[in-house]
């Protein structure tokens, strides 16, 4: 065997995993079809629970390139009607503008902190597998070459080669009745409003910035980011005229279909390159199996959807948190851990594709879309139901199975807390960079962690004061989802009983096959 994991596509999806793997002990190698990364950018921020997550692993500060802990947003949107956020009593919806290109960046120098082999210019041909190995055909600069590994992961996007050589299907829809046109453009002073950062369009007032503007005829959306040239955004339903280059009088006259005016912006100025791009239909499908054997999928290899709301890397970044554990425990051979993996992924998957196309729905263009919006708009004047929506856009409302009788945070993403430790306060966010299982003991002494016994590998144990509504102790997974939790100030034999059970069930023994950084 000459690797433990291949991963083909460094992606944000494939380098997170990496990360993950080489955390757990595992050094994964990457394979990467171009020969250096394309300098576009494709997602323009992060959107959920992915943002905390990526806070417990201490990358949020290298990403976001400012100091501190990510703060929940006043408001986004559903569909594009706006959800204000500012007055729920626990906001979960937390935002991170970021170029794809400048995270792939962060991720990759991470991994490579890490001491993992990333090969560019290696593109995954063909694959075959048996029951104890699989094996990867490579195209690389000097010739093509074979692979054994324990596991090939499929990290290699919407068209992915793994998912189509392993011969899984990817079922789902495909529609060619809408055309989205991007484009980056110098906007003139005069139509810049200082006061709110948006765009004066005549008969339109002021465009807020990053939000979707609606009119019957399509979507507009004018998003000023902090650096580099401003993007204009069109999405139209019935004019689909895609013949010829496009280029900026095709963006001129989109946005003049939708808004019916013209507006006067002209090319970007600066070096480049400059965003200019136009896309037919879309695609909402969903991988048949996340695993087949020895092969595994991740990200848009296993899912994809409209970009509506930008889910994406909020879905393929936490399947990559997910599944690297679980495949270093497979390794270890606990292969029962790495079957959880799409038991509890593809479900999440499932309910991104439902909301996605319902606010695909909800920006269509005809009078029957605007009645339906304003049925919503009038709903989403009740907090529940704005919280609901919260909820589902981050991801937030995810539960993993859990056992009936468990704790009810039992498969759910472990709070945010800030723990009053004998040396001083500390964010439970700091204490999971290393991927490692945490014990929070919040009970005043009652040593739950001589409960776990040999062979559950290496378990960080914190201890604190009790806080007013938080559990008084909390099992972590490396992933931050909870394996058991307890409200009592002195865990009985019972409850101690089902911390053994699930630290059994969800901790294996760490195999480490060289020391990382
Ligand atoms: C216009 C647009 C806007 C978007 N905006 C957002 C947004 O704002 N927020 C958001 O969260 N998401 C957004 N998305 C979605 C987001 O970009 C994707 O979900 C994300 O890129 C998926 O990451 P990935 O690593 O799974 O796949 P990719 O980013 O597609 O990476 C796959 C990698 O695999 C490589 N590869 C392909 N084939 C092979 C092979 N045979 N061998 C080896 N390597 C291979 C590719 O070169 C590539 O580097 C947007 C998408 C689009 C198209």
Redesign the pocket.
């Known amino acids: 065997m000459s690797e433990d994991v291949v991963i083909?596509?460094?992606?944000?999806?494939?380098?997170l995993l990496a990360i993950e793997l080489s955390l757990a002990g595992v050094r994964p190698l990457v394979?990467?079809?171009?020969p250096e990364?394309l300098p576009h950018n494709?997602?323009?921020?992060?959107?959920g629970q992915v943002v905390r997550m990526l806070d417990r692993r201490g990358l949020y500060e290298r990403i976001a390139g400012t100091p501190g802990p990510p703060a929940p947003a006043p408001q986004y949107m559903f569909g594009g009607l706006p959800l204000d956020l500012a007055d729920l009593p626990d906001n979960p919806l937390y935002l991170l503008p970021v170029p794809?290109r400048q995270l792939e960046d962060v991720l990759e120098a991470r991994a490579r902190e890490l001491g993992v082999p990333i090969r560019f210019g290696?593109?995954?041909?063909g694959l075959s597998q048996t029951a104890d190995a699989a094996t990867a055909r490579v195209a690389g600069p000097d010739g093509e070459y074979e692979l054994a590994t324990a596991y090939l992961v499929g990290?290699?996007?919407?068209?992915?080669?793994?998912r189509k050589l392993a011969g899984i299907g990817f079922p789902g829809v495909s529609r060619d009745d809408s055309v989205?046109r991007?484009a980056h453009v110098h906007i003139p002073d005069e139509l810049r409003d200082p006061a709110t950062g948006g765009l004066r369009v005549p008969g339109h007032g002021v465009v807020p910035p990053f939000g979707y503007h609606r009119t019957e005829q399509g979507l507009f959306v004018y998003a000023p980011f902090p650096s580099g040239p401003p993007a204009l955004n069109t999405l139209e339903w019935n004019d689909l005229d895609t013949e010829g280059e496009f280029d900026l009088a095709g963006m001129h006259a989109s946005v003049r279909r939708v808004l019916g005016v013209d507006v006067g912006f002209t090319a970007p100025a600066g070096p480049g390159p400059h965003l200019l791009?136009r896309?037919v239909g879309g695609h909402t499908r969903i991988a048949e199996t996340y695993r087949s054997g020895r092969v595994l999928l991740?990200?848009?290899?296993a899912h994809v959807h409209a970009?509506v709301g930008?889910?994406?890397?909020?879905?393929?970044l936490q399947d990559a948190i997910n599944l690297g554990w679980k495949l270093a425990a497979a390794l270890g051979g606990r292969d029962d851990l790495l079957e959880t993996y799409q038991a509890e992924r593809r479900p999440v998957g499932e309910r991104v594709v439902t909301h996605t196309q319902a606010q695909s729905a909800l920006i269509a263009s005809g009078p029957q879309t605007t009645a339906l919006r304003s049925v919503l708009a009038e709903l989403l004047a009740d907090r529940p139901a704005r919280l609901r929506l919260a909820e589902l856009l981050a991801g937030a409302d995810v539960r993993y199975p859990a056992e009936p009788d468990a704790h009810p945070l039992a498969g759910r993403w472990a709070p945010d807390l800030v723990l009053r430790t004998e040396t001083g306060p500390v964010r439970l966010a700091e204490l999971t960079a290393a991927g490692r299982p945490l014990l929070v003991d919040l009970t005043r002494g009652h040593d739950l962690a001589a409960e776990l016994a040999a062979g559950t590998g290496r378990v960080e144990v914190v201890s604190a004061a009790p806080i007013d509504g938080a559990p008084t102790a909390m099992l972590l997974r490396p992933d931050c989802y909870l394996a058991w939790a307890s409200d009592s100030a002195d865990p009985d034999p019972a409850e101690r009983a089902a911390l053994r059970a699930a630290a059994g069930r969800w901790l294996a023994a760490r195999r480490v096959v060289e020391p990382v950084a």
């Not at 083909?8 to 380098?15: C, E, K, M, R, V």
């Not at 394979?31 to 171009?34: I, N, P, R, V, Y």
């Not at 290696?122 to 041909?125: A, F, V």
């Open positions: 083909a596509g460094a992606g944000p999806t494939g380098l394979l990467e079809a171009l990364r494709r997602a323009n921020g992060l959107v794809q290696h593109r995954l041909t990290a290699d996007g919407g068209h992915s080669a793994t989205s991007s791009r896309l991740v990200g848009d290899a970009a930008g889910p994406g890397l909020n879905l393929g």
